[in-house]
């Protein structure tokens, strides 16, 4: 009898144990089922919205078609392989001896920094006395040239230190384009994109930095046929570093070009090119095309984004999310195990919350207008992302807040460098025009359809670039800056008189400027106070005239689409 009760007593809980578990877990599995169902339908209208505009979550999708190696500058036996890793080190290998040999280029180099030749900016020839001052201080060379005969022997010096330069240099007239090899398409790409490596980055840039240098020297010392050589080399390395989707790509290509604009402004400045160079420099010119690899540099970056979730939501260790808040959590930490708790639907909204605000803010807008569009886009795009922390509600919106913003700032990038690109196209047909008439044309109608096919835009207000002749007998060619209003063509040096910190930034109330009169020096405190309701007027200028020191602001944004970024800053 006891043993029937007791039987009973063991049903009767297990009933009850059973309709708690059942009452405890079917709304909590209930809840998961709906969230993922909901998470998976707004998952689909993403991927239905990206079919719509013809944009694909495949990087394969972006690549180029394959160039010949004939036709492939980066396929000469001094650069072909600089982008692969062999057997786990940078170091070791063909290819890791190829990128020290690049990375050699700047060797002893390392302090003759931008602001020495900041030419277009402040108008400022370089300081050779400095720069040769400062060579000597690092044994580059042993004694000091005679004044007058620096550029000289600082081109004698940096050529015979550093022969490849000239064999880069020299190779690259035969060629139009470049394109690494092995190329992305033709390697075995990591599962999670974030992992991707770009070895070769950092060399690029520092044997762009080197022909920079190099040119600059043979311009004022009157070899101009070396310096559009060298020019010519720097667009071929930065086309490379654009046919590949990446950001970060995108960025180092706008230090490579922007840096070798100040190549163009010698020239110019010194009158060193004929018909037919100026012709070379305005065809080399005129492939450099910013806003396109921004653009492919976006579609890079929805693309990695997507990846990076996908890689969270299969992390085995639940550390992750952590990872990408700077935390640093050990696996079997209390925190790890909340990790790997997060349900799917969460990284699963998370990736159509991650698209659907790119194509809003950064895709469509660029569709629409072009980069102007993008970075009018910052307020509004801040507000959907909310001011909250990483993690604060929406939570789905954690990535997007990381990276976006970040693309905010490539894009003010990318729009001052296309408006230094149109003033240097049109600046070389003006010397093409008095070439041919020998005088500069009153207005840039003129200059078409014979040296131009149409009057560039200027890429913030979309009307035609500004121009005007000068009392100094050259010229002023101005965009409006970040401001959308016309200065006149007058640069804002900002605090210390310098224009470098502000001038692709949103707050610069300025011109962007090409000319050649010098950008005076703001004399007294007080006029570095801003008026009310904003800073001291000014425009984005291009110029030749001497102007006052400056400083290069601290660096690139951080790693975009888990990339690397170049270490050298961007400048304006």
Wanted: with cysteine; hydrophobic share 40%.
């Amino acid at each position: 009898m006891n043993s029937t009760r007791f039987r009973r007593a063991c049903v009767r809980s297990c009933r009850y144990a059973a309709w708690t578990v059942m009452i405890t877990v079917t709304p909590v599995a209930a809840l998961y089922l709906y969230l993922d169902w909901r998470a998976e339908k707004r998952w689909s209208e993403s991927v239905a919205m990206l079919k719509r505009e013809g944009e694909t979550l495949s990087l394969m999708d972006l690549m180029p078609p394959r160039l010949p190696e004939s036709e492939n500058f980066a396929a000469l036996p001094e650069l072909r392989g600089i982008n692969i890793i062999e057997e786990g080190d940078d170091k070791k290998g063909a290819s890791g001896a190829k990128r020290q040999a690049l990375l050699d280029l700047m060797s002893g180099l390392e302090k003759i920094t931008p602001r020495m030749y900041q030419g277009i900016t402040l108008g400022r020839s370089p300081d050779w006395s400095e720069i040769m001052a400062e060579l000597k201080t690092a044994s580059f060379i042993t004694d000091l040239p005679p004044m007058g005969k620096e550029t000289e022997a600082f081109k004698f010096a940096i050529e015979t230190r550093n022969p490849l330069l000239k064999v880069l240099s020299e190779a690259s007239s035969s060629y139009q384009d470049a394109e690494w090899v092995p190329a992305m398409r033709d390697q075995i790409l990591p599962k999670h994109l974030a992992a991707l490596h770009v070895p070769h980055y950092n060399a690029i840039k520092m044997t762009c930095q080197a022909l920079n240098l190099h040119a600059i020297a043979a311009a004022e010392s009157g070899k101009a046929s070396a310096a559009l050589d060298d020019y010519r080399t720097i667009s071929l390395l930065s086309k490379a570093l654009v046919r590949e989707p990446l950001m970060t790509g995108h960025l180092l290509s706008l230090l490579n070009n922007r840096n070798g604009l100040e190549i163009v402004w010698c020239l110019l400045k010194q009158r060193r090119l004929q018909e037919s160079g100026l012709a070379d420099l305005h065809a080399v010119l005129s492939t450099f095309r910013p806003e396109q690899s921004f653009q492919l540099g976006l579609r890079g970056e929805l693309i990695t984004g997507v990846n990076n979730l996908d890689a969270l939501a299969t992390d085995p260790d639940g550390n992750g999310l952590y990872a990408l808040a700077g935390m640093n959590v050990k696996n079997g930490d209390i925190r790890s195990w909340i990790g790997r708790a997060v349900p799917d639907s969460f990284f699963t909204e998370s990736r159509a919350a991650f698209v659907e605000l790119h194509m809003d803010h950064f895709m469509l807008p660029m569709k629409r207008g072009g980069t102007w569009d993008v970075v009018r886009q910052k307020d509004t795009l801040f507000e959907a992302l909310g001011r909250g922390g990483l993690y604060d509600p929406p939570f789905e919106r954690f990535l997007a807040r990381l990276f976006l913003p970040l693309f905010i700032t490539a894009a003010e990038r990318t729009l001052h460098v296309e408006a230094m690109r149109q003033q240097a196209i049109v600046a070389c047909a003006l010397e093409r025009f008095l070439i041919a008439n020998g005088r500069y044309p009153e207005h840039l109608d003129e200059l078409v359809p014979q040296f131009l096919a149409s009057v560039p835009l200027d890429p913030v207000d979309q009307l035609p670039l500004r121009y005007r002749q000068g009392d100094s007998g050259r010229y002023r060619i101005w965009c409006v800056g970040m401001d959308g209003v016309d200065n006149d063509g007058q640069v804002n040096l900002g605090p210390g008189d310098n224009p470098e910190s502000i001038l692709s930034k949103p707050h610069y109330q300025g011109d962007w400027t090409w000319q050649y009169d010098p950008v005076p020096h703001l004399p007294t405190p007080s006029r570095l106070s801003p008026p009310l309701g904003g800073l001291p007027q000014g425009d984005w200028t291009w110029q030749y005239d001497p102007a006052p020191q400056l400083q290069i602001p601290s660096g690139l944004s951080p790693p975009l689409g888990g990339l690397p970024p170049p270490s050298e800053p961007l400048g304006n």
